[in-house]
C-alpha cells in the first residue's frame, strides 16, 4: 500500500472517531487589523472565521478547528485551514498518544492564483496539568510535511487558558517547529537547510454571559510566511460565541 493511501485511511479513522457531537463548541468572529500595522506587507485588514469543536473523552479527547479568512477579492474567501487532533490514553500515566493533521487552500491576494497549504501529519506524546490554578496541556510530536521533497521535523505545542472570576478569560498557545527551506519546487529550488517557524495567539475575552463575549486574540508570527527572521505581530478585534 501506498504511503498516501496509508495517510488518507489513516484520516479517515480519526474523522470517523471524532463524529459524535463536541462537549463544547466555539464560533468567533473577528477582525485582523494586519494591514492597520503592517501596510508595507499586507494589502488590506480583512474578516476571520473561525469554529472550533472539542470533546474530552474517557480515554482522550478530540479537537478540530477550521479558520477562514475573508481576505480575498471584494471580501470573499481567501484562505481556509483545518486541524484535527486527537490524543489516546488507555493506561494510568498522564501521557497521551498525540495525532494530528492540518491542511488547507488559499488565495495569492486579490488574484485568482491558488495555493495548497499543505498538509502535514504528526504523531507524538501529550501530557495534560495544571498550571496557575487552570488547566494547561503541552505535545512534543513528530511531523511530516507533505512537500514535493518532505520534510521531517520535530514539533512542540503549549497551551493554558483561564476565567478570571465571572467576567475575564484569558488563553494562551504557543507552537514551535522545525521546516525544509526546499520544499522540492521552483521557488525554493536555491535554499537548503531548515528554518524555524512560530506561532502564538493570546487571546483576552470579556464575558457579556455565558454564551458571548467580545475581546482580542493577537497573532504573532516568526518566519511563518516568509524566511526574514522576524516577528509579525497582528491584533485582532473579535466576538466570540460558546455553546
Known amino acids: 500500500m501506498e504511503r498516501t493511501t496509508l495517510l488518507r485511511c489513516w484520516m479517515l479513522t480519526l474523522m470517523l472517531t471524532a463524529s459524535s457531537p463536541a462537549a463544547a463548541q466555539t464560533i468567533q468572529l473577528g477582525y485582523d487589523l494586519r494591514h492597520s500595522v503592517d501596510p ?5 485588514d480583512f474578516v476571520t472565521a473561525s469554529f472550533e469543536a472539542f470533546e474530552s ?21 481567501g484562505k481556509l485551514y483545518a486541524q484535527l487532533s486527537h490524543d489516546f490514553r488507555f493506561w494510568k500515566p498522564p501521557v497521551s498518544l498525540h495525532l494530528e493533521y492540518s491542511g488547507g487552500l488559499g488565495f495569492v491576494g486579490e488574484t485568482e492564483t491558488a495555493f495548497h497549504i499543505t498538509n502535514t501529519y504528526s504523531i507524538g506524546v ?4 495544571r498550571l496557575l490554578g487552570s488547566w494547561a496541556s503541552t ?10 521533497r518532505p520534510s521531517h521535523d520535530p514539533i512542540y505545542s ?5 476565567d ?17 527551506r526546499n520544499h ?11 528554518k524555524l517557524s512560530g506561532l502564538a495567539e493570546p487571546q483576552i475575552w470579556f464575558n457579556l454571559n455565558s454564551f458571548l ?7 504573532l508570527y516568526y518566519q511563518v510566511f516568509d524566511y526574514a527572521e522576524r516577528m509579525q505581530v497582528y491584533p485582532t478585534v473579535a466576538l466570540r460565541c460558546r455553546f
Do not use: C, M
Not at 126 to 129: L, M
Not at 158 to 162: S, V, Y
Not at 184 to 194: I, P
Not at 213 to 219: I, L, N
Open 158 to 162: 503549549f497551551w493554558w487558558g483561564r
Open 57 to 77: 473523552l474517557s480515554y482522550g479527547s478530540v479537537l478540530l478547528k477550521v479558520d477562514a479568512d475573508l481576505s480575498g477579492r471584494d471580501g470573499n474567501l
Open 184 to 194: 522540492g519546487d521552483e521557488w525554493t529550488a536555491g535554499l537548503s537547510g531548515k
Open 164 to 180: 478570571l472570576g465571572d467576567q475575564v478569560s484569558v488563553t494562551a498557545y504557543l507552537v514551535l517547529w522545525t521546516i525544509n
Open 139 to 148: 505535545f512534543v510530536a513528530y511531523r511530516f510535511t507533505n512537500f514535493d
Open 40 to 44: 508595507r506587507n499586507n494589502d488590506r
Open 126 to 129: 501529550a501530557h495534560p496539568f
Open 213 to 219: 463575549a467580545v475581546g482580542s486574540e493577537v497573532r
